[in-house]
């Protein structure tokens, strides 16, 4: 089956800029989607298409996408960016929905 | 504003089944699909399947095919998603998302609350 494949885990100090990495063969075919998701909340819409920003996500908030890999920028991080950070997509044959597996980022 | 309230938490045992519930509002119902994702505690996100609310077309996951249905009332608004043949590997958050979207695919947003379903004997 097809799969994402995500960071464990982002470490950066406040000020500094994270780019959380999603790769997967069928990207160049398929958008992209990101997901925050705090603790004991549920996931919150940041990037979709892979570089539209929703309205009310911070300007901060970037993506981007080069071949079979699509990166999550947070320019300026601040304390409260600490969270789970999850890519979608969907296989080559645009049939099912995948997630990967989540990128823990954490705020020095 | 749009919001997706889902209904509470189910305890249920081994081989029983749950049907949980999702009310849109703040939208018209029928114009988005609505997807189910699922949580394993301490784990990520699991996709489910999807339902469309004009015409009640679905695509589920194919690890779940044959244990979920996917259902729409569009009189209130409320997608429905039940579950059967529960093991304890099903014990999650169930979360309901509005699908931007013309098709099964597409980005979720916004997601329900998130229902509780333990699988406990």
């Known amino acids: 089956s097809y799969e994402l494949t995500q960071p464990p885990s982002v470490s950066v100090s406040p000020g500094q800029t994270a780019r959380i990495t999603c790769s997967g063969d069928?990207?160049?075919?398929?958008?992209a989607y990101w997901y925050q998701q705090k603790p004991g909340q549920a996931p919150v819409l940041v990037i979709y298409?892979?570089?539209e920003r929703p309205s009310g996500i911070p300007e901060r908030f970037s993506g981007s996408s080069s071949g079979t890999t699509v990166t999550l920028t947070i320019s300026g991080v601040q304390a409260e960016d600490e969270a789970d950070y999850y890519c979608?997509?969907?296989?080559?044959?645009?049939?099912?929905?995948?997630f990967g597996g989540g990128t823990k980022l954490t705020v020095l | 504003q749009v919001q997706l309230v889902q209904s509470g938490a189910e305890v249920k045992k081994p081989g029983a089944s749950v049907k949980v519930s999702c009310k849109a509002s703040?939208?018209?119902?029928?114009?988005?699909?609505i997807s189910w994702v699922r949580q394993a505690p301490g784990q990520g996100l699991e996709w489910m399947g999807w339902?469309?609310?004009?015409?009640?077309?679905?695509n589920y996951a194919q690890k779940l095919q044959g244990r979920v249905t996917m259902t729409t009332d569009t009189s209130t608004s409320t997608a429905y998603m039940e579950l059967r043949s529960l093991r304890s590997d099903d014990t999650a958050v169930y979360y309901c998302?509005?699908?931007?979207?013309?098709?099964?695919?597409?980005?979720?947003?916004?997601w329900g609350q998130g229902t509780l379903v333990t699988v406990s004997s």
């Open positions: 998302a509005r699908v931007l979207s013309s098709s099964s695919l597409g980005w979720f947003d916004p």
């Open positions: 703040g939208y018209t119902f029928t114009s988005y699909g």
């Open positions: 339902i469309s609310a004009y015409n009640g077309n679905t």
């Open positions: 069928a990207l160049p075919k398929q958008y």
């Open positions: 298409k892979d570089s």
């Open positions: 979608q997509s969907a296989d080559s044959s645009g049939t099912f929905v995948v």
